[in-house]
């Protein structure tokens, strides 16, 4: 019972529902609904637009071509000790580095690794940058983190309700048993002690002072692992470090661009810089598209 009180009173699993019943239909109606949402989002955002010009855009959208692999993350996250760890100036030195994945053997045993993970859609790895937010980001965002992140995620809960679900379930309580939702192993409770389960976050973003999204773009991987169905349509895991060369794209918003691009160009004089709200109001123009 308090297990479904939590669910019924977050936003992202009050809006899955609709999200999987739309799923079930007819490709010309999903494809109808879908668009139609994306007009509604577009007409919500279209008086707060950022001011970029036309050429920054084209600076973005031919950096962006030669990403292939997003990461969201952000300046802090909560160690395994619960101490505040700066994670941005850690990848500034020593680029993206593999750790134990945690949740990948809820659904098999035979799924624990250390890797890094990675999505192929930018607005989803904003989603994830955006978690490291102290409180609601201020600035300019095309949709809210749950408008994204449900949407994305539809498929996955369908597999893991159906297909997976007697497996699921088992190994979902017996995770439980050993880790606490909002502790330091659940990658909600790395951002937000307060996150009673696994999506909160997207809602409650960060509850450390300070800190901020950081969105990374990668243009190949050099060593990933085979996922079940589950995951392969929405994440890729890479098995190797990711080192900052390798970095060609990050996102950092507006308000620290001065502060933080000197910083990052001294590691990585080749990597593009952009703000986050140059790539959400692309996302907004490309959309209309």
Request: contains cysteine; proline residues 3%.
């Amino acid at each position: 019972m308090l297990i479904m009180f939590f669910r019924i009173n977050n936003e992202f699993y009050r809006k899955l529902p609709k999200q999987i019943c739309i799923f079930f239909l007819p490709k010309s109606a999903k494809t109808k609904i879908q668009r139609k949402m994306i007009l509604k989002l577009q007409e919500q955002y279209s008086n707060t637009l950022p001011n970029f010009s036309e050429s920054e855009l084209r600076e973005y959208e031919n950096s962006i071509r030669n990403v292939f692999f997003w990461h969201g993350t952000g300046g802090f996250e909560y160690d395994y000790s619960g101490t505040i760890a700066p994670i941005f100036e850690s990848i500034l030195k020593n680029g993206l580095k593999v750790r134990q994945d945690d949740y990948l053997v809820i659904y098999s045993k035979k799924l624990s690794m250390k890797s890094i993970s990675l999505v192929d859609k930018r607005i989803i790895a904003r989603c994830y940058a955006d978690n490291h937010n102290f409180k609601n980001p201020k600035t300019f965002r095309f949709g809210n983190s749950i408008f994204w992140i449900v949407r994305h995620y539809a498929k996955m809960y369908i597999l893991a309700y159906t297909i997976f679900a007697p497996r699921s379930l088992v190994n979902i309580l017996n995770w439980r048993k050993k880790n606490k939702i909002n502790s330091s192993k659940s990658w909600s409770g790395k951002v937000n002690k307060s996150c009673q389960n696994t999506w909160e976050s997207f809602e409650k973003y960060s509850d450390i002072k300070g800190n901020f999204p950081v969105i990374i773009g990668v243009k190949e991987l050099r060593k990933t692992v085979k996922l079940p169905k589950i995951f392969s349509e929405t994440e890729v895991r890479s098995l190797e470090d990711i080192t900052f060369k390798d970095i060609i794209h990050i996102e950092i918003p507006l308000e620290k661009y001065n502060e933080l691009s000197s910083k990052i160009q001294k590691y990585n004089q080749k990597v593009k810089i952009f703000p986050i709200e140059l790539g959400e109001l692309f996302e907004y123009k490309n959309s209309l598209k």
